[in-house]
C-alpha cells in the first residue's frame, strides 16, 4: 500500500520487570527517523531544546521515556538507510511502516499511527475523485518515488495511463515544492496524507490543500525493531504497546496529539471512508 515513511519509536511500562530488567535499564535507544510532515519533522537545530516539536510520533517516544531510564536517540537518515541500520542491529527502532513491512524485524502490536492517502488539489481546482473514470479526467497525478501503490484501482490507471503520473522526488525541500506545482497547476492533484499538508501549509502560511477523495484506505502505522537484538527488541516493543495505552488511558495522548490537529487513530475505523475525519 502507499506509504510515506517516516522513523521513531517506544514507550513506557510501570510493571517491576520492565523497569528492572537488565536488558532495559539505563539504555540509550537508537531510533532511525526521517522528514515527515507532520509525523516525524526534520532535525532540530538544537536537539536539547524541550520546546522543540519533533512531530507527534516523536513526541509520543519523547513523552513515553520521559520517566524511565532511557535516553532517546534520534537519527535523522533516508528511509531505506534506517530499515538497514535497523536490520544490522545498528539501530533499535524505526518508525511508520504498516504491519507487513515489520516482517523480518520485531513488530509492536500497539498501532503508533495511521496513514490516509486522498487526492489532495489546490483550492482552485474543480477535479474531484469519483472513481476510476474520474482519474483520466485528471492531466497529471502527483505520486511519490519509491513507494508502493497496489490499490486495484489506483493500480489499473497506473498501467492505462503511466504517462499521467508524476513522480515526486523524497528531497528537504519536497513538501514546498509539490504544495507549489498544485497550486500552479502543473499538477492536478497529488496524493497524500491532508492533515499532513493542511499542517504543512498552517506553518508556512501557505493556502491549504483541498481534499478531493479517497485514493487508498487508510493503514495503521507500527514500529520495527532490530532482528539482531531479539530479547532486548521484545522488551522494547513490549514497552511501547504498554506506552500507548497508558498515554491513552491518562489523556496524555490527546493534549500530545492537539497541536498537530491530529485526531487518535483509536477512534477512526480502518477500511472504511469513515476513517477520514478532519
Known amino acids: 500500500m502507499f506509504r510515506f515513511l517516516t522513523w521513531a519509536v517506544l514507550c513506557f511500562c510501570s510493571t517491576p520487570f520492565l523497569l528492572f530488567s537488565k536488558e532495559a535499564e539505563g539504555s540509550t535507544v537508537i531510533i532511525c527517523v526521517s522528514d515527515w510532515h507532520d509525523y516525524t519533522l526534520s532535525q532540530p537545530k538544537d536537539p536539547k531544546n524541550s520546546n522543540h516539536q519533533l512531530g507527534y510520533m516523536a513526541d509520543l517516544v519523547k513523552a513515553a521515556f ?24 545498528k539501530a533499535d527502532a524505526f518508525l511508520g511502516a504498516f504491519e507487513s513491512e515489520t516482517k523480518g524485524y520485531i513488530g509492536n502490536k500497539e498501532p503508533i499511527g495511521i496513514l490516509r492517502s486522498h487526492y489532495l488539489v489546490s483550492q482552485k481546482e474543480n477535479w474531484r475523485y469519483t472513481g476510476y ?16 501503490y497496489i490499490d486495484p484501482v489506483f493500480s489499473k490507471y497506473f498501467e492505462a495511463k ?40 498552517k506553518q508556512h502560511q501557505k493556502e491549504s490543500l483541498v481534499d478531493a477523495g479517497q485514493c487508498l484506505k487508510p493503514e495503521f502505522l507500527y514500529a520495527g525493531f532490530t532482528p539482531a537484538k531479539p530479547k532486548r527488541s ?23 496529539l492537539k497541536p498537530y490537529s491530529f485526531q487518535d487513530w483509536s477512534t477512526l475505523k480502518v477500511n472504511s471512508s469513515e476513517a477520514i475525519k478532519e
Open 66 to 89: 520521559a520517566n524511565q531510564s532511557y535516553d532517546v536517540e534520534y537519527l535523522w537518515v533516508p528511509a531505506n538507510r534506517g530499515f538497514q541500520k535497523t536490520k544490522s542491529g
Open 133 to 148: 473514470d474520474s482519474l483520466f479526467k485528471a492531466k497529471a497525478i502527483g505520486i511519490w518515488a519509491e513507494y508502493d
Open 162 to 201: 503511466p504517462k499521467n503520473l508524476y513522480f515526486l522526488p523524497n528531497e528537504e525541500d519536497a513538501v514546498e515544492r509539490v504544495v507549489r506545482m498544485v497550486n500552479s497547476g502543473r499538477l492536478t492533484a497529488i496524493v497524500g496524507d491532508p492533515g499532513s499538508f493542511n499542517w504543512y501549509a
Open 234 to 256: 521484545k522488551l522494547l516493543s513490549k514497552i511501547l504497546d504498554e506506552g500507548i495505552v497508558s498515554l491513552r488511558s491518562n489523556g496524555k495522548l490527546e493534549q500530545l
